[in-house]
């Protein structure tokens, strides 16, 4: 009668329970790392999005005029709100920072394969330290969190980049660049064409040969890079390098070097990125487009009003998460699982419930039944939600003292002294009770 | 330089740490009872609270028209979703089907304690059976919740009520009754002198002196509700009353009767209920609003285009929650905790990393330094994060291939080899180096 909203999702407990056990993963990783967990609204004022992005992005908002006539918008992204955080709390806070949360972000955009309008995100941040270190730590939780999943090293790559060696080399051309420009036809790049990537460039101010220059300078290998220090010939092209170099070796110390790639191509599309930025990619291509991406932005909070505060944040996307994690054969079973039913036949609810009870102060998934079902009814039901043993309390068997416990894998199944169950199994299975 | 919106809230670390203790808390109590996660759209089409509620709901609504012209609100309530999705898969589910979600919902209604205009709840719901164990296991599942809280009997209290009830003994006067309407003064008469609840009731449709009765009847003991069914004479009262009993029976069996208590002047405010209904209320009264409510609401699914569909359930609110576990003192204590922080003294972050690394994959919350700090700033630090240990890896000690273990509570310290570090311990404290 009534349908969802285009873009937005329903969860049924199949697919929400591979999905919690893939939040719960990415968390454990991040929280390992002493990542604290924050609570953040989901409405903020409007303005606080389009000063930092100009009037376009209302266009992409879910805005409106609140009842008290506040314009606000749905949250499109983490980071302005973080931003507001740090800045409320400056003087309290210890820095360095350490804080993450997981939730849903909306924009209104056309819904493709894994973009949707309402997404998720666990958004994991580092405030007030610019040592490579924090760079380094950022793609080290980003790194553990995939292969905590279960991803090795030839599923995915962290194509790593730089801010500044984008902006220094775009800057030392001997032309009026707009840098904004030109960097946001760099993050286009792997979806354009030659020709419309040099097209863009060129809008962008660069001449036809310092476009084609320019492209070139981006492919260079790592061992290589001083070749862009001597190109440029600027304090902030060689600062920027040995940043970079920094970071990767930091990402060495911390273990995960080897999913680490240079490539200068990346760019990220967000104009707050000031240093280092990296994007995930599925190493197969299957899953076209960037998994996640993260990155440093150390003038956000000044511009907030804050003190001058560097920055570096990831931000793992679950539905193209969700994608990678499938295409590798590594996403959860969609499959529900129960320890036990307790199954009721004729009037025995208060033993069947003391027996649940037991299990469940055991800490066991349990369930009985609520619906005055058939015996038939019942075991229907207990196989439907994966139930491993069920417990049969009926009227006769109760008249010896007796309950049955049955294997739902084997079928085989048991008589058991009533008062001895659950009794000191922590886990009473039909193994502990058959001969 | 921005401000939050007014009735929405920033949950820092701390606070944060201990409101998802008590949500991890409330959902293992419900999934151990069988209830399967659900995840839900923040936005649905206005209509659907218009239909059910009237165009009144519309100014507590955050709603507006998205970019492609819906008419669309911010998610108030959870029911009418869940009931949605239940009649878009309703032949592929199989019953009784038991959900529940925490998430935040939003009404635009003036903030106080205790009320938000952005505020959590767990949603927990059985569809699928109208007997009276339903009922009784969403009782169950809300006071073992609130016990495993650490809340005990004496300090809440479940008003039980049965909407039957005060609809059948309102049509059995002999009067021309708004039964929507004096319901709606029964739900408000614990905040009305008994004038003002008297009054409505009158403008209601009952007389003066029908008024009086009718309050009075409510106010029957357990024992005699067999006086209601006289009074009566109805089938509709009878039935209720013995509904009503057998759920309370049903309490017993499941061990939650000592919680429950009668209250027909419990009405709940909602108008969709139509069985057993109840309010958790502070037996001392300090949180003096409820705490949270549910019941029987078996008309909705129909409503909504469905299978006639009987349905249950509870909504624990987090806010008032957590007024109530103050209270009660067993809020958990809002303070970071960390495993580990490893100090880097020089230029040892290799080895450091290293150490961490091994104590991550141990389990436990590992922290070092990514900000360059000092000595001290990092001791400051760890002590800022509550590090049980901290594991000093300084250039001296690895001369000698020493690390040196501090724990922070007595302040004592020893020299590990570093090779011997974590070792075979799973949780390496001082006391297990200390001679």
């Not at 893939?22 to 409007?46: K, M, N, Q, W």
């Not at 209302?58 to 805005?63: A, P, T």
């Not at 998460?321 to 009037?347: F, I, K, N, S």
């Not at 229907?380 to 009227?395: L, M, P, R, W």
């Amino acid at each position: 009668m009534y349908d969802r909203i285009k873009g937005f999702r329903d969860f049924y407990p199949e697919e929400m329970g591979s999905r919690r056990a893939v939040t719960d993963a990415v968390e454990e990783t991040v929280r390992s790392y002493g990542f604290r967990e924050i609570g953040t609204p989901a409405l903020e004022p409007t303005e606080m999005y389009v000063d930092k992005s100009g009037e376009e992005i209302v266009d992409e908002l879910y805005s409106f005029s609140d009842k008290g006539g506040r314009e606000v918008a749905l949250t499109p992204e983490l980071t302005p709100t973080v931003a507001r955080m740090v800045v409320a709390k400056q003087q309290e806070l210890s820095k360095p920072i350490k804080w993450f949360s997981t939730r849903p972000f909306w924009r209104y955009e056309e819904p493709q394969q894994g973009r949707y309008r309402e997404f998720y995100q666990t958004n994991v941040d580092i405030f007030g330290s610019s040592d490579p270190a924090a760079d380094a730590e950022i793609l080290a939780v980003a790194a553990d969190a995939l292969t905590n999943l279960g991803l090795a090293a030839d599923d995915f790559d962290f194509r790593v980049s730089h801010r500044d060696i984008l902006g220094g080399l775009l800057e030392s051309f001997d032309a009026d660049v707009d840098v904004r420009a030109a960097i946001r036809a760099v993050d286009k790049s792997a979806k354009l064409s030659a020709a419309e990537y040099h097209d863009l460039l060129v809008q962008a101010g660069l001449s036809d040969a310092q476009a084609d220059e320019f492209v070139d300078l981006l492919s260079v290998p790592e061992d290589e890079l001083g070749d862009l220090v001597d190109f440029a010939g600027t304090d902030r092209v060689e600062d920027a390098v040995t940043n970079l170099q920094n970071v990767l070796d930091a990402a060495d110390d911390f273990g995960v070097r080897e999913y680490c790639s240079l490539s200068l191509e990346t760019a990220r599309g967000l104009d707050y990125y000031t240093g280092v930025v990296f994007e995930c990619f599925d190493s197969t291509g299957e899953v076209s487009r960037a998994v996640f991406g993260g990155g440093r932005y150390d003038d956000l909070i000044e511009s907030f009003g804050g003190q001058p505060t560097p920055a570096v944040g990831v931000a793992p996307g679950h539905a193209t998460l969700g994608l990678l994690l499938q295409r590798a054969g590594v996403w959860p079973e969609e499959t529900l699982t129960t320890d036990y039913y307790v199954l009721q036949v004729g009037d025995t609810r208060s033993v069947a419930a003391r027996i649940a009870r037991d299990l469940r102060e055991r800490g066991h998934v349990v369930e009985s039944d609520v619906a005055g079902r058939s015996f038939g009814a019942q075991l229907d039901y207990a196989d439907s939600i994966g139930a491993e043993t069920v417990v049969i309390v009926g009227e006769r068997d109760l008249e010896n003292d007796e309950v049955t416990l049955k294997d739902m894998a084997s079928g085989e199944q048991v008589q058991v002294d009533v008062d001895a169950f659950p009794g000191d199994h922590d886990s009473p299975t039909f193994d502990d009770f058959a001969e």
